[in-house]
């Protein structure tokens, strides 16, 4: 069983940062490669950074690279994305996901977290 629960969202000024978390509450966290989506209103869902289950593959979509940096720790069976120099055009909601694979589309990811707002304001 997968169960995802993201925190750490909020509002921030543009220029500064959030860590948002995802806690996997099953035992079988380092099966999976781990994603960081996000979907602003009317927009589609989209991908922002990926890690492989050891860590070794990372993506990021060009948008987050060199501001986002997604890290895990398999004994906590945690996810991170590290968001700094936040933009007004970062706000959205985040989701992580599981996928079994490592995938960069949403289609790909088995299991979802319920989602955390991310307000950057200007």
């Known amino acids: 069983q997968v169960q995802l629960v993201e925190s750490g969202g909020g509002l921030v000024q543009a220029g500064g940062s959030l860590r948002l978390s995802c806690a996997n509450s099953?035992?079988?966290?380092?099966?999976?490669?781990m994603g960081w989506f996000r979907q602003a209103p009317g927009k589609e869902r989209e991908i922002v950074a990926a890690?492989?289950?050891?860590?070794?593959?990372?993506y990021y979509a060009d948008s987050v690279k060199g501001r986002f940096t997604i890290s895990r720790d398999n004994a906590k069976n945690t996810v991170y994305l590290q968001m700094n120099n936040l933009k007004p055009e970062d706000t959205a909601v985040y989701y992580c996901?599981?996928?079994?694979?490592?995938?960069?589309?949403?289609?790909?990811?088995?299991?979802w977290g319920q989602g955390t707002q991310v307000t950057v304001s200007s």
């Open positions: 996901a599981a996928a079994v694979s490592f995938a960069v589309l949403a289609g790909a990811y088995d299991y």
């Open positions: 890690i492989s289950q050891n860590g070794g593959r990372i």
């Open positions: 099953g035992r079988t966290f380092s099966w999976y490669v």
